[in-house]
C-alpha cells in the first residue's frame, strides 16, 4: 500500500493458538468468548503479523513473526501453524532477505522475535536477514538474555544467540527514531521496555501496536493479557494514547489480529471505542499538500 512516500505490506507469518484467559487477563470469558471463540484448549486464535515498510533510504521489517525452529511439544501447545510464512510473504513483496536493511523489534518474545533467524541445513543457527541491523530496547535486550522464572518460557535463546554472535545489534535507549519517518515509542506494561513502532510520512500515520493492544479486541482500556507484566501501565498508556490515535486518523495494525489486522479507531452509539476494518490491498494514502 502507498503510504505518502513509503510504501508498507502487511506480511503474515501465519497462525498460533494461545490461551483465551492469558489473552483477556482478568475480563470473564463470558465477555471475550463471541468474538474470540476459544477451542476445546481454552486457546483463541491469532496470527503473527508484522510489517514491511519499503522507505527510500532503507528496507524496513517490523518484527518477525514466530519462525520455523519449533520442537513437536511447544508446536502442538502452541498450534503453530506450518509453514511458517515470513520469507514466502516478503517474496511476495519482491524483497529477498538479502534486501532487509533494517529488522525492529518491538520487543523479543518469541511469538515476535521467533523469526529473525533460522537453522541452516547443517543444523546451525542463522542470522536470517545477513546485511540488516536488528534493533532492541537496550533494556528489553538485558532482560531476555537473563529472564527470571516468568519469563524464561518467552525469551529463548535460539532467537537471541545468534543476533549477538553475528554483532548485526543496534541496541537503543526510549523513543528514538530508526530511519527517517520510522520510531520508536516505549509503552512499558507488556515488559518492562516493550515499544510500539510510527510510521509517518506524507502527513500519514500508522502505528505498529505490537502487544500494546494485540487485536482489535482489546482495544477497550480494561483489556490486558495476563501476559502483561505491568497492567497498569497498559491501561495509562492506552487511556491517552486512543484518544491520540482517533484524533490523528492513525491507521492501527494489530499484530496478533486474526481477521481484523488493520483499522481505524472510532466510537460506536454508547461512546465506545470500536475499530474499522481497512483493506491494506484496496486503499492508498496519497501525500497530503500543507495548506
Known sequence: ????????????????????????????KMMWQKSDPADDRNRIQLSANCLLVKTPEATV??????????????????????????????????????????VVQSHLHFDHAGGGTYIDGDGELKVQFPNAKYY???????????????????????????????????????????????????????TKHHAIVYIESGGHTAVFNADLIPTASHVHVPYVMGYDLYPQETMDFKTHFLPEVHEGNYLMIFEHGPKLKAGHLTRNDKGKWVVKKFDMEQMEYSVQEDN
Open 136 to 190: 532492541a530496547q537496550r533494556g528489553e535486550w538485558e532482560i531476555a538474555n537473563n529472564p527470571n522464572l516468568r519469563d524464561r518460557m518467552s525469551y529463548l535463546p535460539e532467537n537471541l544467540h545468534p543476533l549477538n554472535d553475528a554483532e548485526v545489534l543496534e541496541l537503543v535507549d526510549g523513543d528514538v527514531e530508526v530511519v527517517p519517518g520510522i520510531r520508536y515509542r516505549v509503552t512499558g506494561g507488556h
Open 61 to 102: 521489517l517490523i518484527d518477525t513473526g514466530l519462525g520455523g525452529k519449533w520442537d513437536d511439544k511447544k508446536r502442538d501447545m502452541f498450534a503453530v501453524a506450518e509453514p511458517r510464512l515470513l520469507m514466502s510473504e516478503l517474496a511476495r513483496c519482491d524483497v529477498l532477505k538479502e534486501d532487509v536493511t533494517h
Open 1 to 28: 500500500m502507498k503510504f505518502g512516500d513509503f510504501e508498507i505490506f502487511l506480511i503474515e507469518d501465519g497462525d498460533f493458538r494461545l490461551d483465551g484467559g492469558a489473552m483477556f487477563g482478568v475480563v470473564p
